[in-house]
């Protein structure tokens, strides 16, 4: 049987039905990891003991009729999310050794369903970056082209979702680092409206963008999960208190009548043709299920980049301040002082973009910087929230590219930082604001998946998985996987 | 906005990150070129904008004050590079330092 | 013209104060004094990757109880800041502390010096987390981080420079110990670093307007040496610029041993904190009903307490001010009060004889030998007149030492009172009888020798034989 290309719901049936066990499915797994992985690098760790353990147990509360609502469903952790005694290390050579010692509330939820965790995903260190280059254990490839990148920062959770070494994973999106991935490697990505899914045990890279999410083959396997990791928890402040949102009842209903927003400021951005092609494409579909479209301006949209790259630095030159060589991680040899052992252990621990990024972010926060910079961003970003919310009195979602084109060649953006930073101009507007996004793959050029990207308003993911699942029964893109 | 030597040292130093002085040159040109991606704000008219630092308008919840944490030392401290009797060693801190 | 009528010292202080809750300000972990090192350091503590603060309600209650009792502003929303620098001590490498938006802001502070009354103005104060702590011995060049104090709440009360000599600073900062201790929100025990003391100190010539170049020194653990402290300083400053030399901005240490400050060794760059809003927390909308309902739970404070005493119990001013300056004291009194003696025995037994002990022994009335029980329980036996008040002394002397009550010393020593008629007739019938010269004089018109006759009589009784009725006795026996 290729249980690789089972939905999830269909596994369950499997499961429910007796027509193989979690643990086949979970072997069947680990025996495609174990296969192709060494070509991909998407793990960083692979915990075949544990997940044997958790598909036996599955396989028990199976047979005692007492199955948790996803049980014995194997997926991946992007190796962001604290695992109790399992190696976390966030990509990067700080933590390359680092246990955690308790667990993320993702992890815990998901394990409460009954989830069988097959490994911790590669990533970009500290989710910085947006081709999975930057990680400590090496560049992630993209399965449907290896000298190509699967997009980052989540590359590790989409290349082995698109390669079927997991078939769902868990990934997160500061700027983009769960759609812009899912464009470049096929897959259906969503980034929940802010404070969804709790952050509490999800390692932090910039806290007020920072949000957990899932990269998956369809709508209703990413809404299956997500629905799943998501409500309220007392862990972490900025939690919106409001029970897991129903993403499952309403995902069938036709989106007629329904509208969807065109940002003429991203359309007047210069894509490639093929990119154009694609959304026009898109955008016929749409029209064809009864969709009305409507021209939107969202006039300091062009702000995002910049106030992204002071924000996101600024938070980050802080969060990373605890990788200091005393309690935990990396520390430097024969430290002769103090200041010796914090210098160095940072020199020598995080890599050249996470360093970049902490600078830049010590810069705009020094005395005589601030109010240029980081009050200044933060008062541009209240401008970006009131587009967008102008924006929403009028239509139920927004339609754009998710990133400027397809995957690139590993390579060919790591001596250029601002080169790189472009890959998520589209993503990074919905994390400032806090909006939910997704991706999903509407089109491919020279064998490389392309996305598209739907923003909705605060709280509606709802409406989001329903517009893509509408589009998803209706067209294939989301059924194209690469041949290994 | 031309970074000086002085201030890349400065902030390196603030970062607690020892920077080589070797690549001085192309990690200033690096930083130089994102400053410089920073002066398209100035076009924004934020006169009289309201400072958003967060996604969420909410208020902070709170906890009721109430032990819940157990002694973990043990657990915690597997991960620690030196320990002794329960402490965490660094080099010698001067005390009276600023 | 002595230095001291031309310069004028500029003074400002910053108080920290620990509160007292069972847990931290952002984890559950508790604050208990005196634990092994990192026991009661949980993940937060630690700042292990991932982990969230989640705010404390009990510091809300306490810090709005603080503001109300500095007649000042409780700001809502009130806004979480990151201060960030590295020190070993602070695990997430920035402290979680407020600055625009302090939960208490613009208040003041009335206070008592032999000069008279005077207003302090109280800027702010604000929230933020303690540092763990660095211990420095025995271990060959290293030093030791313990982080069980990481994240025990502070609340930080910056005073304006409004404070003119170190007599003022001290009766602020024990106006401000004496609140803290009344809201019951912090022990406020100096030398165990409950409560911490910085002093801004500048002078400038006395008329001029613009403030002189300060210093702010710390580690200052006791009244006393916030004094000594402030006093050095002065000196030292106006000592440097009557030298033509200028005062440097710095942080400087006081030295107690040597009742001396000195610079804290600086480093090649000035500390730049680079607070920015806390984006783990969101700012704190206080609600309307929450304040409220904290202020009509806050204790009395030293003012009204003054108030009631005086009214309630009949009090001149003295005693009620002296009793109520001490919120421990004030307790204490009420205590015994509560034996149903006469307030006014009472507050002379506690300013009396039960401070003149504590004094003689160094002790703080919590530690006192004699509980309020104990001297509830000796009024009363003076006021049913088991014993005289002159007894009671004694009987108090020994209570102090041997920890035993009134009644079993009493029984002890047998100094029970003589109350009975008959008993004192016939300790009078001796009296007389042994001086039949003194009587021939006395009923011969030498009214004075009454006093001898009761001199005789209390001391035939041991002291013991009731004055009142020994006075009332005689007087008919000697009249026969």
Not at chain 3, 78 to 83: E, L, N, S, Y
Request: charged share 25%.
């Amino acid at each position: 049987m290729d249980l690789h290309k089972f939905s999830i719901s269909q596994l369950l049936d499997g499961l429910k039905n007796k027509q193989f066990s979690s643990t086949e499915l979970t072997k069947h797994y680990l025996k495609r990891i174990s296969k192709h992985d060494d070509d991909l690098n998407s793990y960083i760790s692979v915990t075949e003991d544990l997940a044997l353990k958790q598909a036996d147990a599955a396989d028990k509360r199976y047979h005692d009729d007492k199955a948790l609502p996803l049980d014995g469903i194997p997926l991946a952790h992007k190796d962001i999310f604290c695992t109790k005694g399992v190696l976390t290390t966030c990509g990067s050579k700080m933590l390359a050794n680092f246990e955690a010692p308790y667990s993320s509330t993702v992890y815990e939820r998901l394990n409460s369903k009954g989830m069988v965790m097959l490994g911790k995903t590669n990533m970009d260190e500290f989710a910085m970056g947006s081709s999975n280059e930057t990680s400590y254990f090496g560049p992630v490839k993209n399965p449907w082209n290896l000298r190509n990148v699967p997009g980052g920062s989540s590359g590790g959770s989409a290349a082995c979702v698109s390669a079927e070494l997991a078939p769902v994973a868990t990934a997160t999106d500061t700027g983009g680092s769960i759609r812009q991935p899912a464009s470049l490697c096929g897959l259906t990505g969503i980034k929940p409206t802010y404070g969804r899914v709790s952050r509490f045990g999800m390692i932090a890279f910039a806290s007020s963008l920072d949000q957990g999410g899932v990269l998956s083959r369809s709508a209703e396997d990413a809404a299956l999960v997500l629905e799943a990791m998501s409500g309220h928890d007392p862990k972490d402040s900025t939690s919106l208190n409001y029970e897991a949102p129903d993403l499952i009842s309403d995902i069938n209903k036709p989106i007629k009548g329904m509208k969807i927003g065109l940002p003429k400021e991203f359309f007047e951005k210069e894509m490639p043709e093929y990119s154009q092609k694609s959304i026009q494409q898109a955008i016929e579909v749409y029209k064809n299920l009864g969709a009305e479209f409507v021209e939107i301006s969202l006039r300091n949209i062009n702000l995002s980049l910049p106030i992204y790259y002071i924000i996101a630095p600024a938070e980050c030159s802080a969060n990373l301040s605890r990788y200091d060589g005393v309690r935990y991680g990396y520390r430097c040899n024969d430290p002769k002082d103090i200041d010796d052992l914090f210098m160095r252990t940072r020199e020598e621990g995080f890599g050249a973009e996470v360093k970049r990024r902490i600078l830049i972010g010590t810069y705009v926060l020094s005395a005589g910087y601030y109010d240029a910079y980081y009050l200044k961003a933060q008062k541009c970003r209240r401008l970006v929230a009131n587009d967008f919310l102008e924006a929403f009195e009028k239509v139920d979602v927004i339609l754009s590219p998710t990133t400027p084109g397809t995957s690139f060649k590993a390579g060919e953006k790591t001596n250029n930082p601002l080169e790189m930073y472009l890959q998520d101009i589209f993503t990074i507007p919905a994390n400032l604001v806090g909006l939910p996004g997704l991706s999903i793959p509407c089109g491919e050029h020279e064998g490389l998946p392309l996305g598209m990207q739907l923003i909705g308003n605060s709280l509606e993911e709802a409406k989001l998985l329903q517009f893509a699942h509408s589009y998803q029964l209706n067209t294939d893109w989301h059924k194209n996987m690469p041949n290994l | 906005m031309a970074l000086t030597d002085k201030e890349l040292k400065e902030i390196a130093y603030l970062a607690r990150i020892n920077v080589n002085q070797n690549i001085f040159p192309s990690l200033k040109k690096e930083l130089q070129d994102i400053l410089a991606l920073f002066d398209e704000l100035n076009n924004a008219d934020t006169s009289d904008i309201e400072a958003m630092s967060h996604p969420l308008d909410l208020s902070q919840p709170t906890r009721e004050d109430q032990v819940t944490e157990v002694n973990e030392r043990e657990k915690l401290q597997k991960n620690a590079p030196l320990v002794k009797s329960g402490l965490f060693l660094v080099p010698k801190v001067i005390d009276g330092e600023d | 013209m002595n230095n001291k009528d031309i310069w004028e010292p500029v003074i400002g202080l910053e108080i920290h104060v620990q509160l007292s809750t069972k847990s931290k300000l952002f984890s559950g972990a508790s604050t208990d004094f005196g634990a092994l090192p990192n026991t009661q350091a949980c993940n937060i503590d630690l700042a292990l990757p991932g982990v969230l603060p989640v705010l404390n309600e009990e510091v809300l209650r306490m810090a709005i109880m603080l503001g109300k009792a500095l007649n000042a502003n409780i700001n809502s929303p009130t806004a979480f800041a990151r201060k960030n620098y590295f020190y070993p001590d602070s695990p997430k490498g920035y402290q979680i502390s407020q600055m625009d938006k302090p939960i208490v802001e613009d208040g003041y502070l009335d206070i008592e010096t032999s000069k008279g009354k005077k207003r302090i103005g109280v800027t702010r104060a604000h929230l933020e987390e303690d540092a763990g702590k660095s211990l420095h011995e025995d271990f060959e060049g290293f030093s030791g981080i313990d982080l069980n104090r990481a994240g025990t709440p502070l609340l930080e009360i910056v005073s304006e420079p409004d404070i003119a000599s170190p007599e003022e600073a001290v009766a602020y900062l024990k106006s401000i110990h004496s609140i803290i201790r009344y809201l019951d929100i912090s022990d406020g025990n100096m030398a165990e670093g409950s409560m911490r003391c910085d002093a801004n100190v500048s002078v400038r010539k006395k008329g001029e307007e613009i403030l002189g170049t300060r210093t702010e020194t710390k580690n200052v653990n006791s009244f006393r040496f916030v004094e000594k402290a402030i006093e050095y300083e002065i000196k030292r400053q106006i000592h440097q610029l009557e030298s033509g030399n200028t005062i440097t901005q710095e942080t400087r240490l006081y030295d107690s041993q040597n009742n001396t400050t000195r610079p804290m060794r600086s480093k090649e760059f000035a500390n730049d904190y680079r607070y920015f809003p806390e984006p783990d927390l969101l700012p704190v909308k206080l609600e309307k009903e929450f304040i409220e309902e904290v202020l009509t739970s806050m204790p009395e404070m030293p003012t009204q307490k003054k108030e009631r005493f005086s009214t309630q119990f009949n009090l001149n001013e003295y005693d009620a001010d002296l009793l109520s300056a001490d919120k421990d004291f004030a307790d204490f009194f009420e205590e015994v009060l509560k034996f149903s003696v006469s307030p006014k025995i009472a507050a002379n037994w506690i300013m009396g004889e039960l401070s003149a002990e504590l004094n003689k022994e160094n002790l703080n009335i919590k530690d006192t030998k004699v509980s309020s029980k104990m001297l509830g329980q000796l009024i009363s036996r003076i006021e049913d007149s088991t014993i005289s008040g002159k007894i009671a002394k004694d009987v108090f002397t020994k209570m102090w030492s041997t920890g035993k009550d009134v009644d079993t010393i009493i029984e002890e020593e047998g100094l029970k009172q003589v109350t009975d008629d008959k008993e004192i007739e016939s300790l009078i019938d001796e009296v007389i009888q042994n001086n039949p010269e003194q009587l021939k004089q006395y009923q011969s018109g030498k009214d004075r020798l009454f006093g001898f006759f009761v001199g005789q009589v209390m001391k035939v009784s041991k002291g013991k034989a009731n004055p009142q009725q020994v006075n009332d006795i005689l007087k008919v026996k000697l009249e026969k």
